[in-house]
């Protein structure tokens, strides 16, 4: 099965910062990434699929980019609310692994 | 918009085995795959496998081969998800999920409340 590494696994930032979020496949999965936020106590949200077709209704300071093996979730101009833990997941090959996630906290 | 209803909460021994419903409903149950995700405590998100409802075909995640089992009721739009000869570290909520991206239900956009197995002696 396609393994799936995120790094940071935490990160720290400030209202108004760009944080950078990535994400390697352990072989090629094409376009087929997405990424997810959870909250505390809710089910994830479908953030981007696609590498980086917004899903509708998010924000368009999330966006996501890469090919192949390496992808990226960049949040512009972080907001107190997107404070979450931020999964990303393959889905390649019928198979749908996810990442082991990366905490987001804002200062 | 799609409505995925679970079972309620578990707690079994080491070595049983449990089985958790997820009945859909607002949308068209043979349209779209319903995959099956866990997530202990504290931890992320592992995805288990997925039914394909119009055939029953299924796939599962290598490290639940030949512990799992996903069956499903076309009659009343039920999905099940049967784990066997459950250890301590199966003690996690799982969830059923969907989605109308792919015909293959991703990205995971619906998710069902959630199911609690607690698994202790």
């Known amino acids: 099965d396609i393994q799936m590494t995120q790094s940071p696994s935490s990160v720290s930032a400030s209202v108004g910062d760009r944080v950078t979020i990535t994400c390697r496949a352990s072989?090629?999965?094409?376009?087929?990434l997405g990424w997810y936020q959870q909250k505390p106590g809710k089910v994830p949200k479908v953030l981007i699929y696609?590498?980086?077709t917004l899903q509708s209704g998010v924000p368009s300071r999330f966006s996501g980019s890469g090919s192949g093996t390496d992808f990226t979730l960049t949040i512009t101009s972080l907001q107190p609310e997107d404070s979450a833990t931020y999964f990303c997941?393959?889905?390649?090959?019928?198979?749908?692994?996810f990442g082991q996630g990366t905490k987001l906290e804002i200062k | 918009q799609a409505q995925l209803v679970q079972s309620g909460a578990e707690v079994k021994e080491p070595g049983a085995s449990v089985k958790v419903s997820c009945k859909a409903s607002?949308?068209?149950?043979?349209?779209?795959?319903i995959h099956w995700v866990r997530q202990a405590p504290g931890q992320g998100l592992e995805w288990m496998g997925w039914?394909?409802?119009?055939?029953?075909?299924?796939a599962y995640a290598r490290i639940f081969q030949g512990r799992v089992t996903m069956t499903r009721d076309t009659s009343i739009t039920t999905g099940y998800m049967e784990l066997t000869n459950l250890r301590s570290d199966d003690s996690a909520v799982y969830y059923c999920?969907?989605?109308?991206?792919?015909?293959?239900?991703?990205?995971?956009?619906?998710w069902g409340q959630g199911t609690l197995v607690s698994v202790s002696s």
């Open positions: 999920v969907t989605g109308y991206g792919y015909y293959t239900g991703w990205p995971f956009d619906y």
């Open positions: 607002g949308y068209t149950f043979t349209n779209y795959y």
């Open positions: 039914i394909n409802p119009k055939s029953g075909d299924t």
């Open positions: 072989q090629g999965i094409e376009k087929y």
């Open positions: 696609d590498t980086s």
């Open positions: 997941q393959h889905a390649h090959g019928f198979r749908y692994a």
